[in-house]
């Protein structure tokens, strides 16, 4: 048996990051507490991988694979609450901690996948009598070894570590420089004629957020609660220009911030990362190890999908130009939102904002509770007394029902955190604080940013709104329901063109009425949503499907194009490489780019996957096609997806995942059928 050394008690008592806490005190942690708990806790874990890496006993899957499955636990939660701080309410003091030890743990990280000593055992333990998930905990955990360059000859190895410790830095600096950029700029407006068009919601957030500040008037953010419906309803077009132009430009405006020399570099360094382990390019490398399994078929899966929708898209976009023009206007970028919504009002009669009043986001918030519970059995129970990081956050115990024996078992904790903030970046997501592992229940956490509630009205959502927090719902239950062994292997730790498919395919719930009738009713009166505005909600669900595919086909062909670029530094600009990959059907104006505020790619886990979400699209439609053939609440369906899906984490190959709920192979005319393009 292993001897495992301990973070030393003096250490332990001194710094609240590294005591065993039930759940993370954000009450107690300073900022000043993370330096000193990160570095104490690799030092802790590299002794622990020294244990591992001198055991004089044979290498077995208990004192080597599983040793080193655990060997970092008590870094990968210190690391966790640090990382997950820094995206949703960070300062300066905490971005400049995290600049500096992110670059440690990557170097810690890097010793450890390239220490040939653990290497070797790992090769030579026993594999015998191995269950499934440990087999597949031994298969990633060589694969892990490979890939991060242990067979590489020492010159190589080290230019591979040295690389792997800079990119870590530019990512982090990525997603600061653009959350910097987000939060410089403000539309101020005190002449409430330029409100024109806006809805009233609209104008009271707009006010609030000036008297925030201690200013007059009414003022816009690039955050999307702002800036989505700003573009979406103001008839200014002049200031939708603004808008437009600004966003446009975040990371890119040639500032102390701008994001395309650190662009330019993680492409270079991801390339050269590449071609030492032999691949041609970083797309080879990254898809090796996903369901799409190399470029070649990925490309035919994009062309194939754009050959689809390039003619819907094509029609779409004509008949928005058609409107503009009897306003007398030349569609431009920043003019497509404001009269795509005109037509669909036309088209459908659907005002988007009409509907908010419907979708308050504590009744939205109780109804997917709600489905969670008619699904899998769950019950959402909040606690007040849980510490949190910021007053907007809400932290539930979950547990769910056994039907079989009447009982209730925990199933872990989820965090709520709803609102943006200067703190805060863009967006929405999941994560997790602690995942699930054998008896252990996972901490997770959900991000949003949902406009607040004003002085006179809750936080209304729009329609979108809801889908986006069904999504990130759906990652959350990926988590909460997982039932494996081995930590790495929990939730969604799955191939990434797969971790979209249980998000994704809780969107489709909210189109369907028995659904919608359980929660949607007008905050002020209680009606429920009327039948003529569901009619209205799923008429309209296809409403530029064809452009919106295309958009996201654009966004994964510009994420290839950054990254099966060869490794010389040109002095390219991102705008440029976007431009040469994107199917451009609207101008592109200079000095707006999507990839210098392209924080999936460029400084989250996406690089080379962005692809995942319209991979995992066919996927989600096939699958809840299963659903509207039982009923969207059949108990047995749920089940079965929970049991042959949601529970078992990256344990088993995706593919055969799926086979086991369908009992087939996918099949992608679900999704065009969904779309009305078959």
């Known amino acids: 048996m292993a001897k495992y050394f301990s973070t030393p008690f003096v250490i332990i008592n001194m710094n609240i990051l590294l005591q065993n806490w039930e759940y993370p005190p954000f009450d107690k942690i300073k900022t000043d507490d993370y330096k000193p708990a990160v570095r104490e806790a690799i030092a802790e874990a590299e002794r622990n991988i020294e244990v591992i890496a001198t055991n004089m006993d044979d290498p077995t899957f208990e004192n080597t694979v599983e040793a080193l499955e655990t060997a970092s636990q008590r870094l990968d939660r210190v690391s966790a609450i640090m990382m997950n701080l820094n995206e949703c309410c960070t300062n300066e003091e905490l971005q400049e901690v995290v600049m500096r030890m992110e670059p440690l743990m990557t170097r810690f990280s890097m010793k450890v996948m390239t ?10 333990s026993e594999r015998k009598t191995l269950s499934t998930e440990q087999q597949t905990l031994l298969e990633n955990t060589l694969k892990g070894f490979r890939r991060h360059g242990v067979t590489l000859p020492e010159k190589e190895r080290e230019l591979f570590k040295r690389n792997a410790e800079e990119l870590s830095e530019l990512q982090v600096r990525f997603g600061q420089n653009a959350l910097g950029d987000l939060n410089d700029w403000i539309l101020h407006l005190t002449d409430e004629a330029d409100l024109e068009g806006l ?32 573009m979406t309803y103001s008839a200014r077009r002049d200031l939708r220009e603004r808008m437009y132009r600004a966003y446009g430009s975040i990371g890119g405006r040639g500032n102390g911030r701008d994001n395309n020399a650190v662009i330019r570099r993680i492409v270079q360094l991801r390339a050269e990362q590449a071609r030492l382990l032999g691949y041609d390019t970083y797309c080879d ?56 919504e005109q037509l ?40 007040k007394n849980i510490p949190v990081y910021h007053e907007d956050v809400h932290v539930y115990h979950v547990s769910r029902h056994l039907t079989d024996n009447d009982t209730s078992v925990d199933m872990g904790l989820l965090y709520l955190d709803m609102h943006p903030r200067p703190s805060k970046r863009s967006g929405a997501w999941m994560t997790e604080f602690r ?65 979209e498919m249980p998000s994704q395919v809780m969107e489709n719930w909210c189109y369907e009425p028995e659904f919608l009738a359980t ?39 510009t994420d290839i194009a950054f990254h099966t670029m060869g490794v010389e530094n040109e002095a390219w600009k991102a705008e440029d490489v976007e431009a040469q990959a994107m199917t451009n059907l609207l101008p592109r104006i200079p000095g707006c780019c999507t990839a210098t505020n392209f924080s999936h790619i460029f400084g989250g886990g996406y690089a080379s996957g962005y692809y995942g979400y319209k991979w995992a699209e066919v996927l989600d439609a096939d699958i809840f096609s299963r659903f509207k053939h039982d009923g ?13 899906i949601l529970s078992r984490g990256g344990t088993v190959h995706p593919a055969t995942l799926f086979r086991n709920f369908m009992g087939r192979d996918p099949d992608n005319k679900a999704l065009l059928k969904r779309m009305n393009l078959i």
């Open 115 to 124: 220490d040939e000593r653990l290497y070797r055992r790992v090769l030579n």
């Open 199 to 230: 809805p009233q919601p609209v104008r009271d957030a707009a006010h609030d957020e000036a008297c925030n500040r201690d200013l007059d008037g009414w003022v816009f953010t690039l955050s999307a609660p702002s800036y989505i419906p700003f």
């Open 285 to 340: 490398y990254v898809l090796e190890d996903r369901m799409v399994q190399s470029l070649p078929n990925l490309q035919r899966f994009m062309q194939e999908l754009k050959a689809a929708v390039l003619p819907a898209a094509r029609r779409e976009l004509e008949e928005v130009q058609n409107l503009a023009a009897e306003s007398g206007q030349s569609l431009m970028p920043w003019d497509f939102s404001y009269y795509s």
């Open 344 to 383: 669909k009002q036309q088209r459908y009669n659907l005002d988007s904002e009409a509907l908010r009043p419907y979708f308050p986001l504590e009744t939205v918030r109780e109804g997917i509770f709600s489905l969670y519970g008619k699904l899998y059995g769950l019950h959402f129970e909040e606690d």
């Open 435 to 499: 995942g699930q592992h054998g008896n252990v229940r996972p901490q997770i956490q959900v991000v949003c940013n949902f406009s607040k509630p004003t002085a006179d009205t809750p936080s209304l959502l729009r329609f979108s709104e809801v889908e986006t927090f069904m999504h990130e719902m759906g990652h959350a239950m990926h988590g909460m329901l997982s039932d494996v062994q081995y930590e790495s292997l929990s939730g969604t730790n799955v191939k990434r063109d797969f971790v």
């Open 519 to 557: 929660f949607a009713r007008h905050w002020q009166t209680g009606e429920p949503l009327p039948t003529e505005y569901i009619d209205k909600i799923r008429a309209a669900q296809n409403h530029m499907a064809g452009w919106l595919c295309l958009r996201q086909l654009n966004l994964g062909m």
């Open 632 to 644: 969207i609440f059949n108990a047995d369906t749920a089940e079965a997806f929970r049991r042959e």
